[in-house]
Nanobody
Framework: QVQLVESGGGLVQAGGSLRLSCAASGRSFSRNAMGWFRQAPGKEREFVAAINWSSSSPYYSDSVKGRFTLSRDNAKNTVYLQMNSLKAEDTAVYYC?????????????????WGQGTQVTVSS
């Protein structure tokens, strides 16, 4: 059974940092693109960042570019989202997702596996 489990969320002050982790189990995801999405209360789920299977050229939404860094450790079947200079508008539930394909995609409908989400709250 495939599982994606996020961790690392929490409450942080504006300007602070958090590192989210997404551990995959049930199969190897070393040949799969991975992504992060987020959903704030009353809003639709939005793309945050994604990475190809080879870890080349992660892609970021404009709202997080320059502040967030996405990386992966295929040996550990884990992806990481380092979030710096957090803002109140980053408050959301963050979801890890995996594609069956090797190349990243910015649309949630193109992801095949999802985690349960982890809450990130940034106080201003």
């Amino acid at each position: 059974q495939v599982q994606l489990v996020e961790s690392g969320g929490g409450l942080v002050q504006a300007g602070g940092s958090l590192r989210l982790s997404c551990a995959a189990s049930g199969r190897s995801f070393s040949r799969n693109a991975m992504g992060w999405f987020r959903q704030a209360p009353g809003k639709e789920r939005e793309f945050v960042a994604a990475i190809n299977w080879s870890s080349s050229s992660p892609y970021y939404s404009d709202s997080v570019k320059g502040r967030f860094t996405l990386s992966r450790d295929n040996a550990k079947n884990t992806v990481y989202l380092q979030m710096n200079s957090l803002k109140a508008e980053d408050t959301a539930v963050y979801y890890c997702a995996a594609r069956k394909a090797i190349y990243l995609n910015i649309y949630s409908a193109n992801y095949d596996y999802w985690g349960q989400g982890t809450q990130v709250t940034v106080s201003s």
